[in-house]
């Protein structure tokens, strides 16, 4: 069974400047969720989809940070413009509908802002 | 906000030996998960206990839970090498889980 798929792995920008972010989630996997962990800490939830719409976007920082899951399956993550502050790791997990607490993580894509 | 805090945040050990990570967390949780990342790599998970479990085990893991004391606890037993990694502990409710700050452990050969 192949597991969630991110894009790029890793990615190097500077401030002020744009990225962008691509996961595909377990086929059939009804729930999306995009995490930011900052080094030395653990993940912090940005953003929760099912099926297309939105279910948790509290800790998503709205001025700069945007996501998008049209069709249901794959989402991106968009960064705009980059803070020093948002070098991370993103990493995106996927889940069943009703088993949210089982989460499928995929390897992450590491951001570095200069 | 982070739910769950672990405790020691860095463990260096000698293979062979057993290694101890504790978790607390502050609200009422429906489970408790622990997660495993490798450097470079996604969070891997290992083991999930429920709120109205006590004790589980699974392979050379065993994880405790006290609800009464908002607290958990990892063993790992006969480590290995392969064993280095960060160890996070994740609480779960609400249909989202919530990550502590995670664990260094360091299995020397």
């Known amino acids: 069974e192949a597991g969630v798929a991110q894009s790029p792995r890793y990615k190097i920008i500077e401030k002020r400047q744009s990225v962008a972010f691509w996961c595909n989630p377990i086929?059939?996997?009804?729930?999306l969720y995009w995490y930011q962990q900052i080094l030395g800490q653990g993940p912090k939830l940005l953003i929760q989809?099912?099926?297309?719409?939105?279910?948790?976007d509290s800790q998503l920082p709205k001025d700069r940070f945007s996501a998008e899951r049209l069709k249901g399956v794959d989402s991106t993550l968009k960064i705009q413009p980059a803070k020093l502050e948002d070098s991370a790791v993103y990493l995106c997990?996927?889940?069943?509908?009703?088993?949210?607490?089982?989460?499928?993580f995929g390897p992450g894509t590491r951001l570095t802002v200069l | 906000s982070q739910q769950g805090e672990e405790d020691p945040q860095a463990l260096s050990i000698q293979e062979g030996e057993n290694a101890t990570m504790n978790c607390s967390y502050k609200?009422?949780?429906?489970?408790l998960q622990w997660y495993r990342q490798n450097s470079g790599r996604g969070l891997v998970h290992l083991i999930l206990?429920?709120?109205?479990?006590r004790e589980k085990h699974s392979g050379r893991l065993r994880v405790t839970l006290d609800t009464s004391k908002k607290s958990s606890s990892l063993l790992i037993t006969a480590s290995r090498a392969a064993d280095t990694a960060s160890y996070f502990c994740?609480?779960?409710?609400?249909?989202?889980?919530?990550f502590g700050k995670g664990n260094q452990v360091v299995v020397i050969p």
């Open positions: 206990i429920r709120s109205n479990e």
């Open positions: 989809f099912q099926n297309n719409g939105v279910v948790d």
């Open positions: 086929s059939g996997h009804a729930t």
């Open positions: 994740a609480t779960g409710g609400n249909n989202r889980l919530a």
């Open positions: 609200t009422s949780i429906n489970n």
């Open positions: 997990a996927s889940s069943f509908l009703g088993d949210e607490d089982t989460q499928y």
